[in-house]
C-alpha cells in the first residue's frame, strides 16, 4: 500500500459532495456541494491539506452539480449539472465563477418538451462541451446528449445518440482536436446494455460511433487517450457473476484493439481513469468482506497490476485523482455515524504507487 503521506477529513454540518479538485497556484481548491442545501462549497487547503478558508458561491443552488473544469489561463471554474423546473424536471446547469467564489456567468438550458441534464465537461477554445442525456418526454427514452456553449453559456450546437430504450453519455474528453464521448447504450448492441463510444470532431460532425459488449451489463465510465491509443474504462457484470472492471483499447480511427478485464474478485466499480509519466492510473471502490466499499487504486504497468486498497471503516467513493507535484492526492467522500457524510482528501508520493501490491 502506498505511504500515506497527509490525509484529511473535511467535517462539516451537513452531508456533503465532492464535485473536483484544483491546483490554484500553491494551494489545492475543493469544490464541494452540500446534498440538502444544495450550496456550492470552495474550501481552500493549505501545505497540509487542511482547510485554510471556506466560501459559498452565493444565490448558486442549482439541483445537482456533476463536473467541474477549471480554466487555468482564465482562472476560473465552471460547474455542470442540471436544476429543476416549476415541474421538477430536469434542465442542463452550468454556471461560471472565480476562484475567490464569485458569480460570473448562469445558464439553464431547457428543450422543449425534454428534460437533459449534464454528467461531464470540458473545455477548448472558448468553448464549453457538455455530454449528458436527453430525454424526449413523447418518446419516454432517454438519449445521450452532447452540447457546444460559446463563452457566454450560449447554446453553439446539440446532437444526440438515441434509439428505442435509455441511452446517455457520462464522459466527454478532448482528443487532439476531437471530442471522445463514452457511456451507456440500452437500445444498441447485443447485451442488457453496451458501452456507448462516438467521436466528434468540435463542430458536432460524428467521426464514428462504436458499440461494445457482451451478453449482460457493460456501460463506460471514464477515457483517456495514452500512447497514441484511445482507452476506455468501465465496468461489467458479463465476464463474472460480481462486478469487474472492463479496459477497452481502441484505435483513433475506431477499431478495437484488445480488451481487459480489471476482476477483483468481488464487487468493483471503477470511478476513473488517467495517465501520467507510463503509466495509467484507475481508481475506484472495492467491497471489502461483505462489510464496506473501501477505495482502491490500480496502476497499469504493462500487463502488471499494482493494486492498493485503503482499509478504512464504513464505505467510501473515489470521487478522482490528481497528480500534484510529486504527489498522487485521491479524494471522496467517507460515510461516517454522526454527519453521515464528509469529504477526504488523501495524499502520498508518486514513487510509493509503483511498490507491489
Given at each position: 500500500m502506498p505511504i500515506v503521506l497527509l490525509a484529511t477529513c473535511i467535517e462539516l454540518p451537513g452531508e456533503e459532495r465532492s464535485v473536483g479538485l484544483f491546483a490554484v497556484g500553491k494551494e489545492l481548491l475543493l469544490i464541494a456541494q452540500e446534498n440538502e442545501t444544495k450550496q456550492i462549497l470552495l474550501v481552500h487547503l493549505d501545505d497540509s491539506f487542511k482547510p485554510s478558508k471556506l466560501e459559498r458561491?452565493?444565490?448558486?443552488?442549482?439541483a445537482k452539480i456533476n463536473d467541474a473544469v477549471f480554466l487555468e489561463k482564465k482562472?476560473?471554474?465552471a460547474l455542470v449539472g442540471h436544476s429543476l423546473d416549476e415541474l421538477r424536471r430536469r434542465a442542463v446547469y452550468i454556471c461560471l465563477f472565480d476562484i475567490q467564489g464569485r458569480l460570473l456567468?448562469?445558464?439553464i438550458l431547457a428543450?422543449?418538451?425534454?428534460?437533459?441534464?449534464a454528467e461531464s465537461t470540458t473545455f477548448n477554445n472558448n468553448s464549453f462541451f457538455l455530454a449528458g442525456g436527453y430525454n424526449t418526454l413523447k418518446k419516454g427514452w432517454f438519449d445521450a446528449l452532447l452540447l457546444k456553449l460559446n463563452s457566454n453559456l450560449e447554446l453553439v450546437w446539440r446532437r444526440t445518440i438515441g434509439g428505442l430504450s435509455d441511452d446517455w453519455f457520462h464522459r466527454v474528453k478532448l482528443v487532439g482536436a476531437h471530442l471522445l464521448c463514452v457511456g451507456s447504450t440500452e437500445s444498441k448492441g447485443r447485451g442488457k446494455a453496451d458501452m456507448l463510444i462516438a467521436l466528434y470532431d468540435q463542430r458536432g460532425k460524428k467521426i464514428w460511433e462504436k458499440v461494445f459488449g457482451r451478453s449482460n451489463w457493460d456501460k463506460a465510465i471514464d477515457c483517456v487517450e495514452f500512447e497514441n491509443k484511445l482507452f476506455i474504462?468501465?465496468?461489467t457484470n458479463s465476464y463474472t457473476s460480481h462486478r469487474s472492471g472492463l479496459l477497452i483499447k481502441m484505435s483513433h480511427d475506431g477499431k478495437f484493439i484488445e480488451e481487459r478485464l480489471i476482476d477483483l474478485g468481488s464487487d468493483f466499480s471503477p470511478f476513473g481513469?488517467?495517465?501520467?509519466g507510463n503509466h495509467l492510473l484507475i481508481y475506484g471502490a472495492v467491497w471489502n468482506d461483505r462489510t464496506r466499499f473501501d477505495p482502491v487504486l490500480i496502476l497499469l504497468d504493462g500487463s502488471e497490476e499494482k493494486i492498493h486498497t485503503f482499509h478504512w471503516p464504513n464505505d467510501q467513493t473515489v470521487k478522482g485523482v490528481?497528480?500534484?507535484n510529486e504527489y498522487v492526492v485521491f479524494y471522496g467522500e467517507s460515510e461516517n455515524e454522526i454527519t453521515g457524510e464528509d469529504i477526504y482528501v488523501h495524499t502520498f508520493s508518486i514513487g510509493s504507487l509503483s511498490s507491489p501490491k
Open positions: 458561491i452565493a444565490n448558486v443552488k442549482p482562472n476560473l471554474i456567468k448562469e445558464q428543450f422543449p418538451g425534454t428534460e437533459s441534464w474504462l468501465g465496468w481513469i488517467c495517465a501520467f490528481l497528480v500534484w
